[in-house]
């Protein structure tokens, strides 16, 4: 192969994969706005049906590419990671005949949705985990795969019928909220925690609670009224 033969290869790769990347980053953006929108509408219904006035319900809208949702005890953190992804060679994405016609379908933006204790965000415990709820994978088409918990994931198992619209994230807001309020905090072993040193205490002090992840933690039955006005 010739200099320029490699000169238009390296073209050709550049203007192909370069403007295909760009071109789903800015329909995820455009996604990741509408998302928003249906965050803004679905959030406020849904506390004007709380039968509690103690159960949290809110959401900010932290940057272009980060929105927070406080569900009761929960908070949902939605992030638009600023890069394109294609799938690994041995996805099962790769067998559907949607993808395999145009590899060019295979490169996806991505919405990442974190779950957190609330009192992990609110109080900012830099040391507290939270989980990987699901991720959004959005294509040049406006087609879509989730992985994640069962209730999103089995809902929308095929790419080649999943085409994005605010109706859909109506219903995928809804079952990610069933699937964050799902799962508690469960008291982590006695040995696990039964030793303590003077900066954990301290630590503990200032965050009125035991370190937690979304799998591990309590709440102290000694917990301040400010603790439980929130359930």
Do not use: C
């Not at 005949?97 to 295979?106: H, M």
């Not at 999943?162 to 809804?174: Q, T």
Request: proline share 3%; hydrophobic share 40%; net charge negative.
């Amino acid at each position: 192969m010739s200099v320029k033969e490699l000169q238009d290869t390296v073209l050709n790769l550049l203007h192909d994969k370069v403007t295909l990347k760009q071109d789903v980053l800015a329909l995820t953006k455009k996604w990741f706005k509408e998302l928003n929108e249906v965050i803004a509408s679905e959030v406020p219904s849904l506390k004007l049906g709380l039968r509690d006035q103690r159960i949290r319900m809110d959401f900010t809208v932290k940057s272009d590419y980060e929105t927070r949702i406080m569900i009761g005890s929960d908070a949902l953190i939605f992030h638009l990671h600023t890069n394109v992804f294609t799938i690994p060679e041995d996805n099962p994405l790769w067998k559907d005949v949607y993808v395999k016609k145009d590899f060019s379908r295979g490169y996806f933006g991505v919405i990442y949705v974190y779950n957190f204790s609330a009192q992990s965000i609110l109080q900012n415990r830099i040391g507290d985990e939270g989980a990987l709820l699901a991720r959004i994978y959005i294509n040049k088409e406006n087609h879509f795969v989730v992985e994640g918990v069962q209730q999103v994931a089995l809902r929308f198992p095929k790419i080649s019928k999943n085409i994005l619209s605010k109706e859909v994230f109506v219903e995928m807001l809804h079952l990610l909220f069933l699937g964050a309020v799902s799962n508690d905090l469960i008291i982590p072993p006695y040995d696990a925690v039964s030793g303590i040193n003077v900066d954990q205490l301290n630590e503990l002090s200032e965050n009125l609670g035991i370190r937690t992840n979304k799998t591990l933690g309590f709440r102290s039955s000694n917990a301040t009224d400010s603790e439980e006005a929130y359930v």
